[in-house]
């Protein structure tokens, strides 16, 4: 089935440090790609996504291109800001697998606290 | 404003009752979703539906019951014999270009 890795937190930056967070992906066909965020107590913001290969996903600042050669969604942004502190969440959602009814298939997120 | 919304924001349960999470949509999307979300291990799907009166169980559908009787509504019940019952619970909607917009959440915590 589906699955999502992603970087195992918390990451810890310091403000207008430079941020990645590294996802990569298994799947049976070819998977549309998210970056969720979820601010404390919150539900999920869709922060971009990509739905086709080399696609670039961007908002915010932030950016994750699309790698199939690699399977790979990673979201960087240049200068992280206190109010990035959240956790993000990398997703797929893959129509060609059977049954899947475009579910979104999560990763276990990543926490990121950024200090003034 | 369109969006989800999702009451009660806390629920306190006791062992051996069932209690029922609310979410009601006014985007006017036919897919509803339920996922559980634990510390640490992201957001795992409980019960979905593509359309009023149809309904199918996820990847973590025991012990969990819902209904579709309206488009607006998808309200998911956590029966007495789901075992782990505490944990923050998510409803989402999806609009025909994939996107899936969340509710706010409901935390559960069994006493």
């Known amino acids: 089935g589906d699955s999502v890795t992603q970087m195992e937190g918390p990451v810890t930056l310091s403000e207008e440090a430079f941020l990645t967070i590294n996802c990569t992906y298994t799947a049976t066909g070819y998977p549309s790609l998210f970056w969720y965020v979820q601010y404390p107590g919150e539900g999920l913001q869709l922060l971009l996504k990509?739905?086709?290969?080399?696609d670039k996903g961007s908002n915010k600042g932030f950016e994750a291109t699309y790698r199939k050669e690699t399977t790979s969604f990673h979201l960087e942004k240049g200068s992280v800001q206190v109010s990035d502190s959240a956790v993000y969440f990398c997703?797929?959602?893959?129509?060609?697998?059977?049954?899947?009814?475009?579910?979104?298939?999560f990763g276990k997120g990543t926490l990121l606290t950024v200090n003034p | 404003d369109g969006g989800i919304t999702q009451s009660p924001k806390y629920l306190f349960r006791k062992e051996g009752q069932n209690v029922t999470l609310s979410c009601e949509q006014n985007?006017?999307?036919?897919?509803m979703y339920w996922y559980r979300q634990d510390p640490g291990q992201g957001l795992r799907l409980i019960y979905y539906s593509q359309i009023v009166n149809d309904f199918q169980k996820g990847d973590i559908a025991e012990g969990y019951s819902v209904s579709r009787e309206k488009k607006e509504s998808f309200p998911l019940t956590v029966t007495s014999a789901q075992k782990n019952p505490t944990a923050f619970y998510l409803c989402a909607s999806r609009d025909r270009y994939n996107e899936q917009f969340f509710g706010p959440g409901t935390r559960l915590t069994v006493l």
């Open positions: 997703a797929l959602s893959d129509p060609a697998f059977r049954g899947s009814n475009y579910k979104l298939t």
């Open positions: 985007l006017n999307h036919d897919a």
């Open positions: 990509a739905t086709k290969a080399d």
